[in-house]
Each structure stands twice: as C-alpha cells, then as structure tokens.
C-alpha cells in the first residue's frame, strides 16, 4: 500500500490504509446507467487527441506505454494529468519509482505509439532514448517531453487519474502524431 492506495481484494480501490475513500465512494453512487461501450468508443473517438508514451526507469530497467489521454493540468504549479490503465504493467513501477516522463510523439513515431501500446517487455528493442533528470527515459525525436514526479492518484473507473508535478521539459522539432477515429493520422495547421 502506497499513499495514493492501492486496490482490496477483487480489484476495489482503497485509499491509504486500505480505506475506501469519500471520492471512491461518490463515484459509484453517482454512477450512470449503463453505456453500450460500442457507442461510447465511436463516439468519443470523434475528440482527436495527441499521443504520448508515458515512461519511467528502475532497477529492471526502462518501461513505458502509449497514452492518448495526458494533458496539461494547471500552469502554477506546472502539473499534468495522464489516465492509466489499471491493467498496465507500466504504472506499478511509475507508482513505485514517484518519477515519469510524457514523450509526445511526432509524427514520424507512429510505430513507437504502436510498439508502446502491448503488453510485449521488449518495447524499448532498438528504441533510441537517453535518461532525463529523474532517469525517465526521454526518447529520440520526441516532439516535445515532460519530466514529472507523481504528485496523487485517483479513481477513474477502469483507468486511475494520475497527476505529476512538472520538474523539468523540452521541445524537439516536427508536426504531432494525432490519434482520430481510432486510428493514426497527421495533422496540418
């Protein structure tokens, strides 16, 4: 059990100490009926979002995952906000280490969001990247990164939301990396 909670038997989220909190509880009071999960995807895929891997570094090595949903939170302080999967094995160690990096990918770097969105433990195979100041691997030709220590976790349904404090940040050069409809694509200003 860590300060942001962790889980009780079955998959329930609990609050430090192992109890429920008030938030936890106010979700599933508040709960709507149910969604045809079909109708949501297509729905909500209409929102272009860009794409981020999400990566951190211990004493296994690096680790990381594509996430659409990582944004900006609050200019002061410089906090961002990403949505992992409860199911990733990547948030464990980002849990565990405190410190991530958000690289988000340009548009030459589709098959990163692809390769970074398996289960597969050999995703950083001939994957060029250097350690950022918290050790978090910034990869090459990222369009731009931030580098960030865990600040909360919380409940998000399927998903945890997750802030970081932003510690340190860069910009490379390109176009973004868009994911529309379910799929890929570029986008052009």
């Known amino acids: 059990m860590t300060e942001l909670g962790g889980f009780a ?16 509880d106010d979700l599933q009071r ?11 995807r297509e729905v909500l895929g209409h929102f272009a979002t860009g794409v981020a891997v999400v990566t951190t570094a211990d004493d296994d090595g690096p680790a990381g995952f594509t996430c659409q949903a990582f944004n900006a939170l609050s200019l002061e302080p410089a906090l961002v906000v990403f949505a992992p999967s409860r199911m990733s094995l990547t948030w464990p160690r980002i849990e565990t280490t405190r ?3 958000g690289n988000i990918l340009s548009e030459s770097q589709e098959a ?5 969105a ?26 731009a990164w931030v580098e960030c220590r865990l600040e909360v976790a919380h409940d998000g349904g399927d998903h945890l939301v997750a802030i970081g404090r932003v510690l340190d940040m860069g ?10 409809r379910g799929g890929f694509g570029r986008f052009e200003a």
């Open 9 to 24: 038997a079955g998959g329930r989220p609990v609050g430090p100490g192992g109890r429920q909190t008030d938030e936890q």
């Open 171 to 180: 910009v490379g050069k390109g176009h973004p990396l868009v994911f529309y």
């Open 99 to 101: 410190v991530f990096c």
């Open 112 to 116: 990163l969001g692809r390769v970074f």
């Open 118 to 143: 398996t289960k597969s433990d050999r995703k950083f195979e001939g994957v060029g990247w250097r350690p950022g100041t918290t050790g978090s691997p910034i990869l090459h030709d990222a369009l």
């Open 30 to 40: 508040r709960s709507a009926p149910t969604i045809d999960t079909a109708r949501y």
